[in-house]
């Protein structure tokens, strides 16, 4: 097996994991997988690569719990990357709904108008070509080339990462940003048949996401704890401490974004006053979020709608503009693209 040597010297662990005993945890893995996995729709056979591209760019960062029905609506409608690109951008965030970060969103509308230009409307095939598309990043085009066109792809997210610091590395959690090392091992123990490597990208994955999990691992339901885990062996030693400060996500921009968006996504557009009143108290941290969101392409302001327009006496009208208590306008609201 190519790479296992390097696998030898990366383990640091009193179990070294010798090309048998990581050819023996890539078999246990896959078997383990062809009775445990979830039975998700881009999954299925007839899943389109498009359908897939578009699950790994919503499962980022986002549990599949959440994603399912919003992929089923998000493929119900827009089933081909023609559809999407030529939705309405509204439109687009509406169904986005509540997953978060929705600027993947325009993303990946952005993508699908690619596909259509430069590629006939079909997902291009080779991760140089998918990484070219705009949000497509070296995770997604390897999940794609593995999951949806079933060639070796060295695909590596935290879950992978995880179970390979366990099982390889002796380790509890892997190193707090993807490194070289990861990417050695993960390359190393990569299999070199092209249907071994895809199934093994799968079943690893589904490992890290069900039973090799972050907080609480069950490793009695785990197939590697038999087949000489390092982490098991060393008596699953604690993680390193990690000393780096956590914002609490009650009270950031992140937050408030979120409220502005769903206030957007109800009604289309929102006043000068139900946004100030999102926080009275911090009428800055309002126009902060704001100006983000309008750099971010998520939102424009209201009076843009008219502003260009015409009325029968020749003036441009402004619907969403109010008279302040001078008589100046106010600012304008927001809508959605």
Known sequence: MPGCD?????????????????????DAVIDWYRSSARVLPWREPEASAWGILVSEVMLQQTPVVRVLPRWQEWMRRWPAPVDLADAPTAEVLRVWDRLGYPR?????????RQIVRAHGGEVPRGEQALRALPGIGEYTAAAVTAFAHHERAVVVDTNIRRVLARAVRGRALPDRSYSAAERVLATSVLPSERGRSVA?????????????????????????????C?????????????????????????????RIMALLREHGETSPAALAALDPEDPVRVERCIRSLLADGLAVRAGEEHASGAGAGGVGTNVAREAGADGAAAPDGLRLP
Not at 231 to 258: C, I, K, M, N, S
């Open 6 to 26: 390097t696998v030898l010297r990366m383990t640091g662990t009193s179990t070294p994991s010798t090309p048998a005993m990581i050819d023996a945890m890539i």
């Open 200 to 228: 093994w990208n799968q079943a690893v994955m589904e490992l890290g996401a069900l039973v090799c999990t972050a907080r609480s691992p069950r490793c009695e339901q785990c197939p590697l704890q038999a087949r000489g």
């Open 104 to 112: 993947r969103a325009l993303r990946l509308q952005d993508c699908a």
């Open 230 to 258: 390092a982490w098991v062996a060393a008596g699953r030693p604690a993680p390193e401490e990690d000393t780096r400060r956590r914002q609490a996500f009650e009270g950031t921009d992140r937050q408030l974004r979120g």
